[in-house]
């Protein structure tokens, strides 16, 4: 009972090592009104993981600051493109 205790710990602890900030950058070619951008930036924030998001109207494309222990970019594109929005990996 004790190693596991002990091994529970550990994992918990353990963790938010792995966890890190990614940032990454997403196309959202479907952005084209002054309404677009608070919708995306919204089902973006809703997403459990995403600490910042910067839409660029003029540029089509979001910034997404995440922890990739939380969240992923498949979930992040999955997100936009419910709320009416598919994106993708601006690369």
Known sequence: MKK???ALVLAV???PVWAATRTV???VPGMTCAACPITV???LSQVVGVQ???VRF???EVVVTFDDG???VLALTRATADAGYPSS???
């Open 4 to 6: 596991l205790l002990a």
């Open 13 to 15: 602890v353990a963790v």
């Open 25 to 27: 950058t997403l196309s």
């Open 41 to 43: 930036k919204h089902a």
């Open 52 to 54: 910042k998001t910067d």
């Open 58 to 60: 003029e540029q089509r």
């Open 70 to 72: 939380k969240t992923n």
């Open 89 to 91: 990996v601006k690369q």
